[in-house]
Structure formats: C-alpha cells, structure tokens
C-alpha cells in the first residue's frame, strides 16, 4: 500500500509488480491531493479525519464514563441477577447491526439527528459500551477485594474506593479497551453512511476512502494514500500503547 501510493501513475502502469522503488521515484503528491479541500480540488481527508476524530474521541470518552462504574457494579456489587447480567451484555451482539439500521435511520430522522456527528457518537457508544463493560468486569475480578477493604476501614465511601483504588489498579485494562473502542469507531463504515452521506462536510474517513474505491476517475495511487493516512494513526496509537494493550486484554482470562 506504501509502495504504491509515492509511485507516479505512469510507473505503476508501467510496471505494477515493482516492489523496489529509488528514492529519485517517488511522488508525493498523491498525498497532497488527498489532504487538500475538495475546494481546492483535492478529496478534503484533513476534514473527514477531523470528523472521525471528534467522533472516536467522543465515544471512548461515553463509553468509559458509563462502562467503568458500570463494570465496577457488576463486579463488585452483589444484586439480584448480577451473575446473568453479563451474559445479556454480549447476547447484544447475537443480532447483526443491520437489524438496527432502518429503525435508528427512522428515528434520528425524526429527532433531527441525521447528518450531525452527535447522531453518530450516540449510536456508537450504545453498541460498544455492552462489550466494554464485560472486558473490564473481568479485570475488576482480578483486583483483590482485601485492597478495597482496607480502604473502607480507613473511611472510604463506595466512590472514593472505585475513584482511589480500583481505578488506578485497573489503568491498563482502561487503556485497552480505550484503544479498542477508539478503533471501532474510527474504522465503522455501517452507520456512518446511513446518517452521513448527505453531508459531505460531516463525512468521516471510512466514507472518504469508500468515495475513492468506488470512483473510476480517481487513480489507484491516489486511493493507496488515502487508504495510507487513515490507517497511520491507528499504528501510532497502537505501538504507543502496545504493552497496555496486551496486559489489559490478558487480564482476568485466569484466576488463582
């Protein structure tokens, strides 16, 4: 994908199977025109990554202020039905989100939401906050309940015992699934065209890069570094937190 997008579009139909390239080859300007404004007749990328931003942002940010004390309560809380509680947050995803699309598209059609990115952070958070609250109830499990106990005796309330001891212990598997949600909503495609594709201005990169795979007039060369730019910042956040990642994930698969 690299190689093909700083390759000019007579060299690649040159000779399309060349896996070396010379530095004197390159031709970076397949990336000038997927970041320019489609104004400036380029294909407006800084936007639709901006939007995507704003929106993937938005959801970790929900989906973490509902699932952790969300999480905690079903780990830590004894109610009735605690133990099926989480077996109905993953039977969620039994039904495939097409099922959703029609009668979402209906009603954020009557509420005034279709075509604003709020409309979309709202349907992202509601699918993936299920899920985020089952992986981190398995790494709440794994934190021992005598460190809380401790902290009660001292005169912490519930809150302050989540806020002080639970939450600090539990970062890795918060930044985990903080990057797994991330992810989920920068890369979703369903959705976003249902609500979006009336806007050009709210497009996010998924609907950009959908725009350039599906157009006879835009080069192959050009959709390589559009298809190189979205994916570039999902390495950078991934190697950044690659060993939070890994022990967040791992966590409370065992016990004992």
Request: proline share 4%; hydrophobic share 55%.
């Amino acid at each position: 994908m690299v190689l093909l997008s700083v390759r000019s579009l007579d060299e690649l139909l040159r000779d399309p199977g060349a896996l070396l390239v010379s530095p004197g080859e390159w031709d970076l300007s397949t990336y000038s025109e997927v970041l320019r404004p489609a104004s400036d007749g380029g294909q407006g990328f800084l936007r639709f990554m901006a939007n995507s931003a704003m929106v993937a942002l938005g959801t970790v940010f929900l989906t973490l202020l509902i699932a952790l004390p969300g999480a905690y309560a079903v780990s830590r809380l004894r109610f009735f039905g605690h133990r099926q509680i989480s077996g109905l947050f993953l039977a969620v995803y039994l039904f495939p989100s097409i099922l959703l699309a029609v009668p979402l598209f209906v009603f954020f059609s009557r509420v005034g939401l279709r075509g604003e990115l709020v409309g979309l952070l709202l349907v992202y958070v509601s699918q993936i906050v299920a899920v985020a609250i089952y992986m981190l109830r398995n790494y709440f499990d794994t934190i021992p309940v005598s460190l809380e106990e401790a902290a009660a005796i001292d005169g912490c309330s519930r809150l302050g015992v989540m806020w002080r001891i639970s939450l600090p212990l539990a970062m890795p598997a918060i930044m985990a699934n903080a990057l797994f949600v991330f992810m989920i909503a920068w890369n979703e495609f369903l959705f976003a065209l249902l609500f979006l594709v009336e806007d050009r201005e709210s497009w996010t990169v998924s609907l950009g890069l959908s725009q350039l795979s599906g157009s006879i007039e835009v080069p192959t060369t050009v959709l390589m570094a559009g298809s190189v730019i979205i994916t570039l910042p999902i390495i950078i956040v991934f190697l950044a937190t690659e060993r939070l990642l890994v022990g967040g994930l791992t966590a409370g698969a065992e016990k004992g």
